[in-house]
């Protein structure tokens, strides 16, 4: 069964940062030559082409479709379609008077045509922006749509937006995921257009088939417009398949065989196995994520706070890890160690089991005969939600119902998969949850903790947190940010509405003589930079 | 065999199908949560947009008007409209219908191929060693999980021996019908097992009952040599039993070879119904349950006509 | 899957109990399916009184990979270090039990609709018939999916599931059953007795139909099972850390390179607990509608 990860769960980029001169290039030596085919085993049946309606990360898409800036391996926006990436310091970006609004400018790469080789200009820009605003179009992200009153294209590679408000995150959405060609679209039906199937981009690759259900052919596109360091023509592959592979056993099988040559999402508990393979290994690459477990207000039981400080005494991450191949690591706080906001005092909990009985002793939840505490009548027995079918979540499940389960607390799985998973976690059909969230580089956490947060399925309110959270997201002095990051983070762990329990790694198993291969840590996907990957040999 | 026996049959099987519908709907109206749950909560989704999907799918409108839109989309039209790829479902269901008929034939073909002559063999032998092999050899094949095989035949001709492709349908560029069979071979093999199996039984015990019979004895008592009154007399009888089963069986494996279709990662019909599942694609689901039971309605209708080819006391009219 | 309706015999005269008995035990695969079944029924009921382990113990030093057969493990460990003998024989109690419940529910319901269907005929039998075809015509294993999707299905959800969609074929079994035997004399004889309905139907009809009867509710153990571990290879079958051997087999399927031991056992268990099951329906069919 397939984790439906998708670009909901991230979060929105802020404003703040430098202007980066870095690019998405990979820093190794001289590809050797031209030529092979790379076969890529997705997990997923990719459901549509589109970067806007597809319900999944966009690994195939990312080789094809290209938008105007991207975020490399340091989680670092680099321009692609456009020559710089806006900001304030470049002039990109432009405060109103009244600091309530902002224009943003993008001067476009000259000379880049699309596919069937038309050029690409700034009314493909304006075109994606309306395409994917009109209601009539079903897609999973108009995230950003809504924030732009109006664009402006005075000449062919000059696009300014009009934005309605001081919008942070408008790199992590809209013109990031893909532009779409005006020339091929418009006036079309976007929701039942051949573009879904084969898309028409700027990309390194071309769709030439999509076969539903069973793999899309990306061809290398001769006209590219990049080039390497040494001046080579980019891409060097002739192109990158990937197959569609619902089965996780059937894809090891295909790795085994050397019927396939990459995956991306490896199960944890799989890589060593896979290690052992002749010709291939195993790539731990990091990701903006991290694993948690969260708590359902709704419950009164839960809104406990000796409870839940019970969960965090009790569950031991050393073995949780251990379960998952080693490849996480233990975090404390909800801001991943990676980040400059992260806070190293953020209190922690000791592993005492013993301590958490006897914070539940004190709190009145007496022992029954029955193994479960309970209060009043009031059993301390949860429904737990974790994504049915993912081994790796399945056993993290089963080692916190056998720890907790010492301490007198019961946990009943109630696993959902696909879609309904996610609609548990949004709507707060759960008691505990264990997920991830994937962020992008500057991410926000009030989607996820404050009171009206869309990620917020666990009915948590703090007006305490609300505030810290609004000064946080609306300041641009570092000094700010840093101080209200770090009241967040002590705030989060001393009121518990989630344990952040370790972080989230990517597991890339890919064959040796994959050169150049840079793993990419946001939800653009290892596949948003292939120009320069190149087979060895 | 007459056509207003054709006819009358025919217009036996509305109601039937109605009747289908109508449970299919209530089961899918029985679903915790609606279609458009998928979008309630998602920001991206504006409540404007939301109110299209709604009355791009018809959910303002009563449930039974619902139904009766529904029912004419199936009657008229595209069979409704995909949530989770926003096509028609009739388009959907017969991009996936091709894979899952070449490998539901084949597998069917070759089954009919080796049970028929393995059904008969045990029963004109009846008791001796081989019919007793046999027997234990198609329980043996009945009682195997699926995935389990599958994953056996992964392993040896895969990845030890790596003859064979371990799933999809074609190797990309190669359309060669050598290709397509190395890509069939596994999962018709898996399906072929348990069919093989149940098939064999049946041509079996109908063919011990036929043997049994007064005019075979006749025929043998007038000097004919066995297997010439075996096939020549007894065969066509012993068949009639087995047509259901076969029919019915055919129509199982188009619209649930769930498993197989997983393993193998074939393009297929019962691939379709697992995303749709996991997607909650309820006007897919039903259109993809309402092909099915059409399937097994049909089935008994062409067995019945099958009947009445083969045994020629059957007389309808 | 296994096919589970049996063929439609017509019914023979009633034989004394003791001559299907012998000819029962004279066929040597259905003893042997008999023996087997018993002692594994007797093997999952009574085994975990004498396993130090529970099917859900944790032993944190074998976290992370499957752990080889020791005199401590007889059957190696889970990734969970978890002990596997103990969740094989855990997990048979639950897939035995979804398949002898799966069946008895299937099989009352069968007989009980076909029953009163062949008995009253006329609207009921109409109605009720519709109905069962209706249901024989929507194809079972994609039902039963879509089913364990909206309702998470517990041990006893499952059961009801399975066992509330595989009853069809035994209710139309059971019905013409039942419309040939009510007009026998000595129904007939009965009823001018002043017997009423039920006794009717229980009393002098159903004996006569249980041949049938309980070779389908065989077979339908088998069905039962090998649904199980369908729906638990597809991820919508019981949920961990409850052991079945469906689960068990799909979970271990992943280490199949690395720890055979793992697989082998739960495949097995299935294997021949479904062969053991077809045989002695096999056996059943041959002692009870003896041909010749």
Redesign the interface.
């Known amino acids: 069964?397939?984790m439906?990860m998708t670009r909901?769960t991230m979060l929105q980029g802020a404003v703040a940062g430098a202007a980066t001169l870095a690019t998405l290039r990979a820093t190794t030596a001289d590809a050797s030559g031209y030529g092979g085919t790379l076969r890529v085993g997705l997990s997923y049946?990719i459901?549509?082409m589109n970067v806007y309606?597809t319900?999944y990360l966009g690994d195939a898409q990312a080789t094809i479709v290209e938008g105007l800036v991207a975020p490399n391996d340091k989680a670092d926006y680099v321009p692609v379609l456009a020559l710089e990436v806006p900001t304030l310091e470049n002039g990109g970006i432009v405060l109103s008077d009244d600091k309530k609004t902002m224009t943003v400018t993008y001067k476009l790469r000259p000379g880049v045509t699309w596919h069937d080789g038309k050029p690409f200009t700034s009314a493909d820009v304006k075109y994606t922006w309306e395409a994917v605003k009109d209601?009539?179009f079903?897609?999973?992200?108009?995230?950003g749509t809504?924030d732009i009153d109006s664009i402006e294209t005075p000449d062919d590679l000059t696009a300014i937006c009009h934005y309605n408000k001081v919008s942070p995150d408008f790199k992590s959405t809209l013109f990031t995921f893909g532009i779409m060609p005006k020339h091929l679209l418009e006036g079309t039906d976007l929701?039942?257009s051949s573009y879904?199937q084969t898309p028409v981009g700027t990309g390194p690759f071309m769709a030439t088939?999509f076969?539903?259900?069973?793999?899309v052919?990306c061809k290398r596109n001769p006209n590219y417009w990049d080039k390497a360091a040494n001046g080579d023509q980019l891409p060097y592959l002739d192109e990158i398949?990937f197959?569609?592979?619902?089965?996780?056993?059937?894809m090891?099988?295909?790795l085994?065989?050397?019927?396939i040559d990459m995956i991306v999402r490896t199960?944890y508990?799989?890589a060593?196995?896979i290690a052992?393979i002749p010709g291939m290994e195993i790539i731990k690459g990091p990701l903006l994520s991290w694993q948690h477990v969260d708590f359902n207000f709704r419950n009164p039981l839960l809104a406990d706070l000796a409870v839940r400080q019970a969960f965090a005494h009790t569950i031991d991450r050393s073995?949780l890890i251990?379960?998952q191949?080693?490849f996480p690591e233990a975090i404390k706080s909800v801001v991943v160690p990676v980040f400059a906001l992260y806070d190293d005092t953020t209190p922690s909990y000791d592993l005492d089991p013993a301590k958490a009985a006897k914070i539940l002793d004190d709190a009145g939840y007496t022992m029954g005969g029955d193994g479960v505490r309970a209060k009043g009548g009031q059993r301390l027995s949860f429904k737990f939600v974790v994504s049915?079918?993912l081994?790796d979540d399945?056993?993290v499940?089963?080692?916190i119902?056998?720890q907790m389960?010492a301490v007198g607390i019961e946990l009943v799985?109630?696993?959902?998969?696909?879609?309904?998973y996610r609609?548990a976690r949004?709507?707060g059909n759960y008691d505990l949850i264990y997920g991830r969230w994937i962020t992008s580089a500057d991410p926000v956490y009030s989607v996820f903790y404050g009171t009206d947060g869309?990620n917020n399925?666990q009915a948590y309110s703090n007006p305490k947190l609300d505030a810290v959270f609004d000064t946080l997201e609306h300041s641009l002095d570092p000094a700010v940010r840093k101080q209200s990051s770090s009241e967040m983070q002590h705030i989060i762990a001393e009121d518990l509405p989630t344990i952040p329990l370790t972080t989230n790694v990517a597991v890339i198993a890919k064959v040796k003589k994959l050169m150049n291969f840079v793993p990419n840590p946001t939800n653009m996907t290892n596949f948003v930079h292939t120009a320069e990957w190149y087979m060895e040999g | 065999m007459s056509l207003t026996f054709l006819i009358k049959r025919l217009a036996g099987a509305i109601p039937l199908l109605l009747g289908i519908s109508l449970i299919l709907f209530a089961i899918i109206h029985l679903a915790p949560g609606g279609p458009t749950d998928v979008y309630a909560d998602n920001p991206s989704v504006s409540p404007e947009a939301l109110q299209q999907i709604i009355t791009r799918f018809g959910l303002d409108k009563p449930v039974p008007e619902q139904y009766l839109l529904w029912l004419k989309a199936m009657v008229t039209g595209d069979w409704g409209l995909s949530i989770r790829t926003g096509r028609g479902v009739l388009g959907e269901i017969l991009a996936r219908l091709g894979p899952t008929l070449q490998l539901g034939g084949m597998a069917m073909g070759i089954s009919l191929i080796v049970a028929l002559p393995l059904g008969t063999y045990c029963a004109a032998r009846r008791g001796s060693r081989l019919d007793t092999a046999l027997t234990f050899l198609s329980f043996a094949g009945i009682s195997l999980p699926v995935f389990w095989s599958a994953l056996l035949l992964q392993l040896v001709f895969s990845v030890w021996l790596g003859i064979l492709p371990s799933a999809g349908m074609k190797s990309i560029g190669d359309g060669s019908l050598i290709d397509r069979l190395q890509h069939l071979a596994m999962p018709v093999t898996v399906l072929s097992l348990a069919t093989i199996a149940s098939w064999s039984r049946y041509i079996r015990s109908g063919m011990v009952d036929v043997l049994a019979q007064d005019y075979i004895r006749t025929a043998y008592a007038k000097g004919r040599r066995e297997w010439g009154v075996v096939i020549a007399h007894a065969l066509r009888n012993a068949m009639i039993p087995a047509v259901t089963v076969i029919a019915i069986d055919f129509v199982t494996i188009i619209s649930g070879a769930v498993i197989t279709e997983t393993v193998f990662a074939w393009p297929g019909i019962g691939r379709l119904f697992v995303e749709s599942m996991n997607g909650r694609d309820y006007p897919m689901l039903m259109g993809l349950m309402m092909m099915g039971s059409f399937g097994v309605v049909m089935a008994n209708i062409i067995a019945d006509i099958i009947y009445a080819a083969l045994d020629p006391r059957i007389r309808h009219g | 899957m296994v096919d589970i309706s049996p063929s439609l015999a017509p019914p023979r005269a009633r034989r004394p109990l003791g001559q299907a008995v012998a000819r029962f035990r004279r066929h040597r695969m259905a003893m042997g399916g008999l023996v087997f079944l018993v002692a594994m029924g007797l093997i999952v009921v009574f085994a975990p009184f004498f396993l130090p382990y529970t099917y859900d113990g944790q032993d944190f030093n074998f976290i992370g990979s499957p752990g080889a057969m020791s005199a401590q493990h007889w059957l190696g460990t889970d990734e969970l270090g978890r002990d596997a003998l103990t969740r094989l024989v855990y997990g048979g109690r639950v897939s035995l039990g979804v398949g002898l419940l799966g069946a008895v529910i299937s099989t009352v319901l069968g007989t009980a609709i076909g029953a009163v269907s062949g008995f009253y005929r006329g609207l009921v039998d109409i109605v009720l018939m519709r109905f069962t075809d209706v249901m024989l015509s929507i194809p079972t294993l994609p039902l039963v999916l879509l089913l364990s999707t909206f309702f998470r299905p517990s041990p006893v959800l499952l059961i009801g599931i399975v066992g509330g969609l595989i009853w069809m074929g035994t209710a139309r079994l059971v019905r013409a059953q039942f419309l040939a035997l009510r007009e026998r004399e000595y129904v007939e004889a009965a009823r001018a007795l002043g017997a009423g309905g039920a006794r009717l139907m229980f009393r002098h009809i159903l004996p006569n139909a249980v041949g049938p009867i309980s070779v389908a509710a065989t077979l339908a153990v088998g069905t039962s099972i090998m649904m199980e571990s369908g729906l638990s290879f597809l991820g919508f079958g019981i949920l961990p850390p409850v052991p079945t051997w469906g689960n068990l087999l799909n979970a271990a399927s992943a280490w199949l390179g690395i720890a055979p031991w793992l697989a082998i056992p739960p495949g097995l268990c299935i294997f021949c607990t479904v062969l053991a099951v077809n045989f002695v329906g096999e056996g059943l069919r041959d002692a009870l509608e003896p041909r010749l």
């Open positions: 069964m397939t439906k909901r049946e459901d549509t309606s319900g209601p009539a079903i897609a999973e992200s108009k995230d809504a929701n039942t879904n088939e076969q539903q259900g069973q793999y052919v398949i197959y569609m592979l619902p089965d996780t056993n059937t090891i099988t295909q085994k065989s050397g019927e199960p508990n799989q060593a196995q052992m073995v251990k379960a191949g080693g049915a079918g081994s399945e056993n499940q089963q080692i119902m056998a389960k799985p109630d696993n959902q998969a696909g879609v309904a609609e949004y709507k869309p399925g």
